[in-house]
Structures are given as structure tokens and as C-alpha cells.
């Protein structure tokens, strides 16, 4: 199957922006650009899912479950997610885990009263930075940040808790999920060789990092998604550039131009299919 070009979906959110990303057209008036999604055509569910965010405010404190978790509750899997942080205004923080570890019946409370906000360790971030944020992480990404997502392909998402914000609340079944600990980074970052440096091994994908040379790749049925970050290039002979995602199975043949940044993601070994 030849590589395929991603369709792009705009997604607002009340924490969003106007302003985006080179490659992305700005928000018309009066609309706020949180995400921007890419997806397949079609009725096909890939096991990964790419995003860009765009965040003025900051978003909810929010948890996901792992893949039994969300089975259980009738999802096809669960969701591990890796952010790497584009651009970072001064001070911008995330929130990944607390900074103390403490019971559920006390996570609960604080998400009630409101002294959750105090409770996670909101962790300074800038530009370069790669975080991987497992399932049963409680978090929430900050006020101006610009960054990319790659996660479990699942619209599954519990907030504990949003600021006065108007909207549904998960307490039980997030509350359930949670794993009221500090955050343990868990990412490795390793020169591969070849232009290719791994950003993160998760347990369920792998996301490298390109930046030089031509790619021959013998991928099989394994679908990759090749996220073009800073520049173009040509994969199978197609062109590429930055804000696009590509879709890539089988034996493809990534060039990159010059200058250009891609980053490379695929599933990991310990994915069981939906």
C-alpha cells in the first residue's frame, strides 16, 4: 500500500488559540483552535493517533486508563501518550503526577475543593523536550505551549477536574484509574545511527526522530506514521512537508531535504489488536 497523506480535523476548545503553527492557517474570529487532529478515511481505527495542541489556559486535570481499564468499560484499548514540546512561553508548565503520593479517597477530595491544583507537580517545560505520560498518569499540559501528541487511538479521557470550566466531570471512574504517585520519567532517548534518534520506547509505541539522509524501510502490515515537523521531503516518491501526517505500511523509502525534521512513529511490542 502506497504511503498515505493524513485528512487533517480542526478541533475547538475553550483553552485554545487564534494564533497556530507554521503550516496551519490561523483560527478565523472568534473561534479557539485547541487540537488538530489526523485521521484516516474511512471506518478504519489505526492504533496510534496524532495531534497538535494549542493551549492559551490550562487544560483539565484529566487521567486515562490502561487498555483492561478501558476494555472493561467497552473501549477498544486504552491510552499511553507522548508529547514533544515545540515551543514554550516562559514559565509554561506541565502537570504529571502529584508531588507526594496519597489515597484515592484524598485525590477525590481535593478534586471536589479544588486543592487538586496543588496537589500534582506542575514541572517547567521548554522547546525539546520529549515526555511520555502512561495510562494512570493524573496530568494536565499548561497555558502556552505548542506541542505534538502521539497516543493510543481512543477518545477516552476522565477529567478530575476544570477549573470551574462548564463541563462533564469523571470522578468515579477516573478516581478508579488513577495512580496517585509522583510521576517516574520513563522515556530513554538513544542515538539509533543513520539520521535516527529514539525519543521513547513505551511499551506501546516507538517515536524516533530524523533529521538527515533517506530512510529505506521494510515495515510490513506494521502502520507507521511519518509526521513531518520542520521542512519537506518525498515518501514513495510523494511529496511531504511540515503540518502534514503520513499514513505508511510495507516497503517505503523516506527522503528527507535538507534541514528537514520528521519524527517517526509505530506501535509497540506488547500492542495486543482491538
Given amino acids: 500500500m502506497p504511503a498515505t497523506r493524513l485528512r487533517t480535523h480542526r478541533v475547538a476548545k475553550p483553552w485554545g488559540r487564534q494564533k497556530l503553527w507554521p503550516g496551519f492557517a490561523d483560527a478565523a474570529d472568534g473561534e479557539l483552535i485547541g487540537e488538530i487532529w489526523f485521521q484516516t478515511e474511512g471506518d478504519e481505527v489505526p492504533e496510534l493517533l496524532v495531534k497538535y495542541l494549542f493551549t492559551s489556559e490550562k487544560l483539565s486535570i484529566?487521567?486515562?486508563?490502561?487498555?483492561?481499564?478501558?476494555?472493561?468499560?467497552?473501549?477498544?484499548?486504552?491510552?499511553?501518550?507522548?508529547?514533544?514540546?515545540?515551543?514554550?512561553?516562559?514559565?509554561?508548565?506541565?502537570?504529571?503526577?502529584?508531588k507526594a503520593p496519597t489515597t484515592r479517597d484524598h485525590l477525590r477530595q481535593s478534586a471536589l475543593d479544588g486543592s487538586i491544583e496543588q496537589l500534582v507537580d506542575w514541572k517547567p517545560v521548554k522547546a525539546g523536550e520529549v515526555i511520555y505520560s502512561a495510562a494512570?498518569?493524573?496530568?494536565?499540559?499548561?497555558?502556552?505551549?505548542?506541542?505534538?501528541?502521539?497516543?493510543?487511538?481512543?477518545?477516552?479521557?476522565?477529567?478530575?477536574?476544570?477549573?470551574?470550566?462548564?463541563?462533564?466531570?469523571?470522578?468515579?471512574?477516573?478516581?478508579?484509574?488513577?495512580?496517585?504517585?509522583?510521576?517516574?520519567?520513563?522515556?530513554?532517548?538513544r542515538d539509533a545511527g543513520d539520521g535516527r534518534t529514539i525519543l521513547t520506547e513505551g511499551p506501546?509505541?516507538?517515536?524516533?526522530?530524523?533529521?538527515?539522509?533517506t530512510h529505506s524501510l521494510a515495515?510490513?502490515?506494521?502502520?507507521?506514521?511519518?509526521?513531518?515537523?520542520?521542512?519537506?521531503?518525498?515518501?514513495?516518491?510523494?511529496?511531504?512537508?511540515?503540518?502534514?501526517?503520513?499514513?505508511?505500511?510495507?516497503?517505503?523509502?523516506?527522503?528527507?531535504?535538507?534541514?528537514?525534521?520528521?519524527?517517526?512513529?509505530?506501535?509497540?511490542?506488547?500492542v495486543v489488536p482491538a
Avoid: M
Fill in 136 to 189: 494512570g498518569t493524573v496530568h494536565a499540559i499548561g497555558a502556552g505551549l505548542t506541542l505534538i501528541e502521539v497516543q493510543q487511538n481512543v477518545d477516552l479521557t476522565y477529567r478530575l477536574y476544570d477549573y470551574g470550566r462548564p463541563r462533564e466531570l469523571h470522578l468515579d471512574a477516573g478516581i478508579a484509574v488513577s495512580d496517585p504517585v509522583p510521576f517516574t520519567p520513563s522515556q530513554v532517548t
Fill in 62 to 98: 484529566q487521567v486515562h486508563p490502561d487498555d483492561t481499564r478501558a476494555r472493561a468499560a467497552g473501549y477498544p484499548r486504552g491510552k499511553d501518550e507522548v508529547w514533544v514540546i515545540l515551543d514554550a512561553e516562559p514559565e509554561a508548565t506541565i502537570a504529571l503526577g502529584l
Fill in 219 to 270: 515495515l510490513g502490515a506494521i502502520p507507521a506514521l511519518l509526521i513531518p515537523v520542520v521542512g519537506g521531503g518525498t515518501v514513495d516518491g510523494q511529496r511531504w512537508t511540515a503540518g502534514e501526517c503520513w499514513s505508511v505500511t510495507g516497503d517505503t523509502r523516506v527522503v528527507l531535504d535538507a534541514g528537514a525534521d520528521v519524527l517517526f512513529a509505530y506501535p509497540g511490542g506488547d
Fill in 204 to 213: 506501546k509505541f516507538v517515536l524516533e526522530r530524523w533529521q538527515d539522509g
